[in-house]
């Protein structure tokens, strides 16, 4: 197996891929390398950025340099010892039309020049194609990975199975089943480009993802084109492994300056937030004025230790568990990104089923984009499958969380639980307590410190959404048990009516009793009577 995962957070995920030239760490970027003009030497990436890999383009080096590679060795003419992937001429087919070699061709001309990981001659969907020309790029590509097989005459290298299909999904999910079924070591997914360019974020998370869910899991995925730090984390958490990056030279020569939260115009600004070994010794008015070359330079130097950067903050997210959050952080810097985050929650099962749930760390909830989170997901789909309340609960009392956690130790809740204590054991047998939370809607009294009820912090007031959420859980749970009758404790100040008008709703449909007491509308003593006598009357009933 030539890939082996170490970590793993969300879909994301640190792994060792092993190549003939040695063995790499994903997530990983590959810079592009233009044999024709190259503006940092390959082996500088390596050695002084950390790029352990590169990617360039095999239809280029056959078409203006033909057998002098295969007479030197990739490596030998790229002057780089780490390792190298070749892209097979696909992105030219998308440019220019079509391409004056066949398959059969650069396939041998790839192996023969000796890259560590190659494509097969794909055919790209491209951005904006009708339906049925999209579905010929699908089959034609398909038939080309049935013949490839027939073709390759060496088992060293590792060879790349492109996913097509563009924006038609049903398509995109087609051609990853049909790919993954070909032993191939790596899937790549084809034409993003365009998507990115129009920052149609959202479309590309449909699209990774009707990839991803029909691709072997067991096998990394590469994102073509994807080479901008803001979108690495998104793509990472998406279970995309493996990228590469053009973009760090294209923005370079239009004077952009790369960021992981967006790009600016080295022209507009005023200071560096960088402190790369570049920005550190210098100002954008100094870069303003080198002679142009040297100014692309700067910029693809510092694009370059930017998307590095990014790359060991994810890793280390991941790691930490903490990548939901590194996610949501990038998703803040644009619009785009966060209606991108938005559009994973269509697909928050998959995630929550292929990631790890138990974490030693707690976690952030800020608002209701958090509501995808694996841990919510998790614990909703628990609860539903698994929780049934003690079968001697008949009265459930329904209580706000508390400020401190657990719950169950808050001193808000303490002289609740003295009420209750004073029935006699067998009566209070007969009472379930639950508390209603953000994020996580209804937690049972029993289950209040199992990671994660008692473990994150929850930024306050909670957003209208979030409310709605943990109402409609209340009704759920309701729903799903046999109490005789609720006492519902309202926090109108911290949670609006919404949850208590819900609970009382779904009561009347259940024909259960539902009575309800403010928090705030009378003194400690007075709420505590009132408790103790509604109880009394629930049970007595
Ligand atoms: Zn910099």
């Not at 060879?159 to 049903?170: A, E, I, K, M």
């Not at 790369?258 to 600016?264: D, I, L, V």
């Amino acid at each position: 197996m030539s890939f082996e995962v170490k970590e793993k957070n969300l879909l994301g995920r640190i792994g060792k891929l092993k190549t003939k030239s040695g063995t790499v760490e994903t997530p990983l970027l590959y810079p592009v390398i233009n044999p024709n003009v190259q503006l940092v030497p390959a082996q500088r990436l390596k050695d002084e950025f950390g790029f352990e890999a590169v990617i360039t383009n095999a239809y280029i080096l056959w078409k203006r340099y033909g057998s002098r590679v295969t007479e030197e060795g990739l490596h030998k003419f790229l002057n780089f010892d780490g390792v190298v992937m070749t892209d097979s001429g696909a992105y030219q087919i998308l440019v220019y039309g079509g391409v004056e070699v066949s398959q059969a061709q650069i396939v041998d001309y790839e192996e023969s020049i000796g890259t560590d990981i190659a494509t097969i001659l794909d055919i790209p969907t491209g951005w904006r194609i009708p339906k049925e020309k999209a579905q010929d790029s699908v089959s034609e590509t398909l038939k080309r990975a049935k013949t490839f097989f027939k073709l390759k005459t060496r088992e060293d290298l590792l060879w790349v199975g492109p996913v097509q299909g563009g924006r038609h999904l049903d398509l995109v999910a087609k051609s990853a089943k049909a790919m993954g079924r070909l032993p191939f070591q790596i899937h790549a997914l084809g034409s993003p480009t365009e998507v990115m360019e129009s920052y149609r974020y959202d479309v590309l998370v449909d699209m990774i993802m009707a990839a991803k869910m029909n691709l072997p899991l067991d096998r990394p995925m590469h994102l073509f084109g994807a080479g901008h730090p803001h979108m690495m984390a998104l793509a990472v958490a998406l279970g995309c492994d493996l990228f590469d990056s053009a973009a760090y030279a294209l923005y370079a020569r239009e004077g952009r300056y790369m960021t992981e939260n967006g790009t600016w115009r080295v022209g507009e600004m005023d200071y560096f937030p960088c402190q790369c070994p570049r920005c550190a010794s210098s100002t954008p008015k100094t870069v303003r004025d080198m002679p142009k070359r040297e100014k692309e330079v700067f910029l693809a130097e510092h694009n370059l230790h930017v998307c590095v950067a990014e790359l060991k903050r994810i890793k280390q997210a991941i790691r930490d568990g903490r990548l939901w959050e590194h996610v949501e952080m990038r998703a803040h810097a644009h619009p785009a990104l966060l209606t991108a985050l938005k559009r994973a929650k269509n697909y928050e099962s998959f995630i929550e089923t292929h990631s790890p749930t138990v974490k030693q760390s707690g976690f952030f909830f800020f608002d209701s984009v958090g509501l995808g989170r694996p841990e919510v997901v998790h614990y909703r789909e628990r609860l539903t499958e698994r929780f049934t309340p003690p079968d001697t609960a008949e009265v459930l009392v329904l209580i706000p969380q508390g400020k401190e956690k657990p719950f169950h130790r808050s001193e808000d809740f303490k002289d609740i639980r003295r009420v209750i204590n004073r029935l006699d054991e067998k009566t209070a047998d007969r009472v379930h307590v639950c508390f209603y939370a953000a994020p996580f809607g209804i937690i049972p009294l029993e289950l209040d410190e199992v990671y994660p009820l008692s473990q994150h912090e929850t930024s306050m007031p909670l957003d209208y959404e979030v409310i709605d959420y943990v109402a409609r859980q209340v009704s759920e749970c309701l729903f799903r048990s046999n109490y005789k009758s609720v006492v519902f404790v309202h926090d109108p100040e911290n949670w609006g009516n919404n949850v208590k008008n819900r609970c009382r709703t779904t009561c009347k449909k259940k024909k259960i009793a539902f009575s309800c007491l403010t928090l705030g509308e009378s003194s400690t003593k007075e709420f505590l009577a009132s408790l103790n006598a509604m109880l009394k009357q629930n049970l007595s009933e």
